[in-house]
């Protein structure tokens, strides 16, 4: 016969909200995923761009969500950001990218992680003047590891995305990132 498995609440009711993730995707177009080297920093910044960053990224282990290291942010300037960026990937045009990422905050606020998207020559084909950034911040209340994602579509002449990490420049903030995951979305 049947018998029933108890587990606390708070498992159970991971298990059923994951079970529904699980669920939720079925019937959709699979996302592509991108693969974006070093994404949980076990290589410190191997892979990654620092040249504009002002020696604010440094890779820890106490900014590690999974694994050794993870990636601190520590803006201290009340001028500078931060500024780290993964590879440029392929891109095409009219296609939903997402990157999801885990994050927290330290102390301070002023940080978010982008899509950037530019076109065969390398322009930079999202910005604040056209008022179409692809962002999400990581907030001064967000003190506990959490999932964080953002999607954007590219723009029509685009033909590469990357994941870009920043620390607003008039702001100060230390925060915590790790495990970047980069999809383009089928459906």
């Not at 410190?44 to 290291?69: R, V, Y």
């Not at 102390?107 to 390398?122: E, P, R, S, T």
Request: no cysteine; aromatic share 10%; net charge positive.
């Amino acid at each position: 016969g049947l018998r029933w498995v108890t587990f606390p609440m708070k498992k159970s009711l991971h298990l059923a909200a994951s079970l529904l993730l699980a669920l939720s995707s079925v019937g959709f177009a699979a996302d592509t995923v991108i693969t974006v080297p070093n994404s949980g920093f076990e290589q410190k910044g191997e892979g990654w761009k620092a040249e504009q960053d002002n020696g604010m990224s440094t890779f820890i282990a106490e900014a590690a969500h999974t694994g050794k290291l993870g990636l601190r942010v520590t803006d201290a300037s009340a001028t500078l950001g931060s500024s780290l960026a993964s590879p440029r990937f392929p891109a095409t045009a009219g296609k939903s990218y997402e990157v999801r990422f885990y994050g927290r905050n330290v102390k301070g606020a002023g940080i978010a992680v982008y899509l950037k998207f530019y076109d065969a020559a390398g322009k930079l084909l999202n910005t604040p003047e056209l008022k179409n950034q692809v962002n999400v911040a990581v907030r001064k209340n967000d003190t506990d590891w959490k999932q964080f994602s953002v999607a954007g579509a590219a723009p029509a002449t685009a033909t590469q995305v990357e994941i870009w990490i920043h620390s607003f420049s008039k702001n100060e903030v230390t925060a915590d990132f790790d495990d970047f995951v980069l999809v383009q979305r089928d459906s």
